[in-house]
C-alpha cells in the first residue's frame, strides 16, 4: 500500500520504518527541515536501537521517502497516519493544535479517497473532531474515513514492539476502513481489537493510566516497606508471581517520567473530568509519582547531611533505558532541586546527553560512569541502564571522595554494597 505517514519522531519514525519492511510505500512527512534533511541522507536524529539500519535499508529499497510537503505525501498515498505530538498544556490537558493543523492541511489538498488515521495519543472524542476539520474544509468534496489506531510501542524496544504487538487496536466507523486496516496489519499476525472511533481512543489512555498506577502502587508499597523493615524486591517478586497481577511494571524506583505515562495520565484525568467523572485514583497516582522524585533528593540529603556546595554525581539522564529521550525525565527534576540547594552536578549517560545539554545548565558531562564519580560527594542512579549494572564497584568507591551512593533504580544488591564498603541507600529496602 502507499501510506503517508505526517510526524517524524520517535513513534511516527518507528511505524513509517517498519511498514516500509513489511513491503508498503511509505512517505514520512514533518515540518521539521533540519529532521528531514537528516533523514533524507540516512541520519536518524534520535537514538532507537535498530531504527537507523532499518531507516536505511527501506531508503535503498526506495520503499520508504521524507518531505517536508504534506500535499506530496497526503496525494501519493490513501493511508494516511497522523502521528505529530500531543504535548500537555499547563492545566495537564493535551493541546491537539498539531493534530488540528494536520487534519485541515490534509483536507485542503486531498484529491481523492482518504483513510485518514490518529496514531497519536488523544482524547476521546478527538476522532469526531477530526472528521468534522476535514469535512469543513474538504473543498473537493472527497469521499474519507476517520480511523483511530492508537500506538503501545515503548522507546527502546519500539520496532520489536511495533512489529511483535500483543495487540493491535483499531477503531472505526466503516467496513471500508477496517478492510483497510486489517490488511495493511496482516503480516504481523496479532490480535486485532476492532471497536468504535471512542473505545479505541479510550483503551490508549486507559492502559496508560492503568500501567502508570501500577509503578505508583509499587512506589507506595515501597514506602511501607521503608516504615516496616521488608524489601519491596522481595514483595514485589511475590506478588507478581500471581498471574493476576503480573510481574512487570512492579519495580519501585524514582517515579515514571516520559513523553507518555506522566502526559496522558493528565490528559485523562482531564477529560474525565470534563466529562463529569472525578477519577481521583489516577490523581493519587500523579501525586504519589511527584512524592517518589523528592524522595530521592531526601534520601541524598539524609546521606550528605548538607548538600550546598556537594558535588553529586548522577549516572542516567534519560526516562528509562535504551532512549536518548530526556521528555519529563525525572532526571531533570532530581537535578533541578539539587541545584538549587548549591549542589554541583557531574552526569553521565551513555545516549542522552546531547538531548539533555539542550534543557539543562550548569551541568559538567562525562565520558563515563568512572569520570562521573570521581570526586564526587555521592553517587546516584537515576536509570537503569545495562551499563551500570556492570560497574567495577571497587572502582567506583575509590574514585568517590566518600563511598556514598544512593540507587533509585535498585540495580545493587545492599549486602554486597555494605561488604564493599559503601554507604548504599536504595528505594524501599532495609
Ligand atoms: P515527537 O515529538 O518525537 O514527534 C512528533 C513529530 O511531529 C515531530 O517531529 C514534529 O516536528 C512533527 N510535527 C509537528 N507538527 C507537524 C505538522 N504540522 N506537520 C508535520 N509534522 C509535524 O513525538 P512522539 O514521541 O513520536 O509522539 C507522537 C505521538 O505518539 C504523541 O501523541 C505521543 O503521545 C504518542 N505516542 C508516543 C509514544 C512514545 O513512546 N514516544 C508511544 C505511543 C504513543
Known sequence: MNICVIGTGYV???????????????TCVDIDKEKINHLKKGVVPIYEPGLAELVRKNQKRRRISFTTDLKEGVRSSAVIFIAVGTPPKDNGEADLT??????RQIAECMRSYKLIVEKSTVPVETGERIKYTVEINNRNKVDFDIASNPEFLREGSAIHDFMHPDRIVIGVESKG??????????????????????????????????????????????????????????VAEGMGLDKRIG??????????????????LGAFIHICEK???????????????????????????????????KTIGVLGLSFKPNTDDIRFAPSLDIIAALQQEGAKIKAYDPKAMEKAAAVVKNVKFCKNAYEAAKD???????????????????????VLRQPLLVDGRNIYEPEAMKALGFKYVSIGRP
Not at 498539531?98 to 487534519?103: A, G, K, L, Q
Open 12 to 26: 511516527g519514525l518507528v511505524t513509517g520504518a517498519c511498514f516500509a519492511e513489511l513491503g508498503n510505500k511509505v
Open 98 to 103: 498539531y493534530v488540528e493543523n494536520v487534519s
Open 177 to 234: 476502513a477496517r478492510e483497510l486496516l486489517v490488511e495493511l496489519y496482516k503480516p504481523l499476525k496479532a490480535p486485532l481489537v476492532v471497536t468504535d472511533l471512542r473505545s479505541a481512543e479510550i483503551i490508549k489512555h486507559a492502559s496508560n493510566s492503568f500501567l502508570a498506577t501500577k509503578i505508583s502502587f509499587i512506589n507506595a508499597i515501597s514506602n511501607v516497606c521503608e516504615r516496616t523493615g521488608a524489601d519491596v524486591k522481595k
Open 247 to 264: 510481574r512487570s511494571f512492579l519495580e519501585a524506583g524514582v517515579g515514571f517520567g516520559g513523553f507518555c505515562f506522566p502526559k496522558d
Open 275 to 309: 466529562v463529569g467523572y472525578d477519577f481521583g485514583l489516577l490523581r493519587e497516582t500523579e501525586k504519589i509519582n511527584e512524592a517518589q522524585k523528592r524522595l530521592l533528593v531526601k534520601k541524598i540529603h539524609d546521606v550528605l547531611w548538607i548538600v550546598k556546595g
Open 376 to 398: 564526587a560527594n555521592c553517587l546516584v542512579v537515576v536509570t537503569e541502564w545495562d551499563e551500570f549494572k556492570k560497574l567495577d564497584l571497587k572502582k567506583i568507591k575509590k
